[in-house]
T-cell receptor, first 113, second 115 residues
Framework: EAQVTQNPRYLITVTGKKLTVTCSQN?????MSWYRQDPGLGLRQIYY???????DKGDVPEGYKVSRKEKRNFPLILESPSPNQTSLYFC????????????FGEGSRLTVL | AQSVAQPEDQVNVAEGNPLTVKCTYS??????LFWYVQYPNRGLQFLLK??????LVKGSYGFEAEFNKSQTSFHLKKPSALVSDSALYFC?????????????FGSGTKLNVKP
């Protein structure tokens, strides 16, 4: 089954404790991206990757890091999480040379205390 | 700055009636336009898109959307609503200059379809 898988789905952590949210897709998509969803703000793009070893900032990259060492994986790293990073995070992928339809994971709800 | 507006936080409609969910945008150039739907505790699912051509675009589950260049709008419509259409709907735009790398989403509109 074609899918985008995120882990963990739910996480409660404390300020400053490094964490990684993993994202994996099995559709051989070139393009992957991360979003955060906050009430009243919709989804805002954090980072995106056009292919292996090619990443770039979205609109809200502060406090986040990413890497793309393999085509299927695109982890989101919070080196020192803060309470304002409490949010619902979505990973998405797409055939970049197609017409932009994004396939989303089911989301990771992160709470930073 | 690029922005997408969904002016209604919530839309209520009776089953069988037509529905419209509004979207306007302020994005440079002629962007690509999308609608996504989100069911509770799920990721977003693609509904339809406008790339070029006919201003009326048909998508999944009987939904359609009309692109209006002069009003910079891309309203989502369905002739006859179903209770199962109740969900959160997001409009998204992608400026052509970014070649599908950057996307801007609206704040979402909750659609309630009452039996």
């Amino acid at each position: 089954e074609a899918q985008v898988t995120q882990n963990p789905r739910y996480l409660i952590t404390v300020t400053g404790k490094k964490l990684t949210v993993t994202c994996s897709q099995n559709m051989n998509h070139e393009y992957m991206s991360w979003y955060r969803q906050d009430p009243g703000l919709g989804l805002r793009q954090i980072y995106y990757s056009m292919n292996v070893e090619v990443t770039d900032k979205g609109d809200v990259p502060e406090g986040y890091k990413v890497s793309r060492k393999e085509k299927r994986n695109f982890p989101l790293i919070l080196e020192s999480p803060s309470p304002n990073q409490t949010s619902l995070y979505f990973c998405a992928s797409s055939f970049r040379k197609d017409t932009g339809e994004l396939f989303f994971g089911e989301g990771s709800r992160l709470t930073v205390l | 700055a690029q922005s997408v507006a969904q002016p209604e936080d919530q839309v209520n409609v009776a089953e069988g009636n037509p529905l419209t969910v509004k979207c306007t945008y302020s994005v440079s150039g002629n962007p690509y336009l999308f609608w996504y739907v989100q069911y509770p505790n799920r990721g977003l699912q693609f509904l339809l898109k406008y790339i070029t051509g006919d201003n009326l675009v048909k998508g999944s589950y009987g939904f359609e959307a009309e692109f209006n260049k002069s009003q910079t709008s891309f309203h989502l419509k369905k002739p006859s609503a179903l209770v199962s259409d109740s969900a959160l709907y997001f409009c998204a735009v992608s400026p052509r200059v970014y070649n599908f790398n950057k996307f801007y989403f609206g704040s979402g509109t909750k659609l309630n379809v009452k039996p």
